[in-house]
């Protein structure tokens, strides 16, 4: 299981939400590119990274700041937040991030990410937010009646390979992951696509629920900024040897 570092970029600064709530953006960090290689240093090959700013203006805002790391650093960075349309994904991709994350476009115009999926294949991730079970869009601002998983069944049939799966109620509260819903996900996709989880990371027994479940990937943020969990630790429990099942 790979361990993805989180960094959220809000008016150009590293920032946590709680429960993704706009109104709550806490700096966490002076640097983003000393955090970045910061998690090179301590063993991290991927970054997740999210442009806060441009999933809610519906367009990228934090471009250069994403494209530095990626350029700057060894890390491979994940990036989502307001890319709505191929030429972004096509721009993002060919400077340099290595996967981008789809999200709103995956509810409101699944035609979009198929076509990305057979441009680009894996590279392409659809991100499924979701409070109470239903998918939510727009920086999480816009809800729906959409199931997550009957989300997850159409994106799979569009050849998504790769999700990232956040529980709201969960994400920047350090309360643990919701080890419920990503089985459920996990069970009604098993062999299909691989899971990111995200939300609720806390300690290094969150790590372990999520390597237990066989999942491809856990995002931490708020719990490396805040202490709970060691990076170093973390990277070293998600290896195969430390599988207990």
Not at 92 to 118: F, T, W
Request: hydrophobic fraction near 40%; glycine fraction near 10%; charge should be negative.
């Amino acid at each position: 299981m790979i361990i993805l570092p989180a960094i959220d970029i809000k008016d150009g600064k590293c920032v946590r939400l709680w429960k993704g709530d706009f109104q709550t953006a806490e700096q966490v960090a002076e640097s983003y590119m000393d955090t970045a290689q910061g998690f090179a240093e301590a063993g991290a090959q991927w970054i997740h990274m999210v442009d806060l700013d441009g999933a809610k203006s519906a367009q990228p805002v934090n471009a250069d700041i994403f494209l530095d790391v990626a350029k700057h650093t060894p890390l491979k960075v994940e990036l989502g937040g307001g890319i709505r349309s191929l030429d972004t994904v096509e721009s993002y991709l060919s400077e340099g991030i290595s996967r981008v994350i789809l999200g709103s476009i995956a509810l409101k115009n699944p035609r979009i990410v198929k076509e990305a999926v057979a441009e680009y294949g894996d590279r392409i991730a659809v991100g499924i937010d979701a409070k109470n079970g239903k998918v939510a869009a727009e920086g999480w601002l816009d809800a729906s009646d959409v199931d997550y998983i009957a989300l997850a069944r159409e994106m799979i049939r569009a050849g998504v390979g790769t999700f990232i799966f956040t529980d709201i109620s969960k994400d920047g509260t350090l309360s643990g992951v919701n080890a419920e819903q990503l089985s459920a996900l996990a069970d009604a996709t098993r062999g299909q696509c691989n899971i990111i989880a995200s939300g609720g990371v806390h300690t290094i027994e969150d790590i372990r629920i999520c390597r237990e479940m066989g999942l491809y990937g856990t995002i931490c943020g708020k719990s490396l900024y805040k202490g709970t969990l060691d990076l170093r630790e973390a990277i070293a429990e998600a290896q195969p040897e430390n599988q207990t099942n």
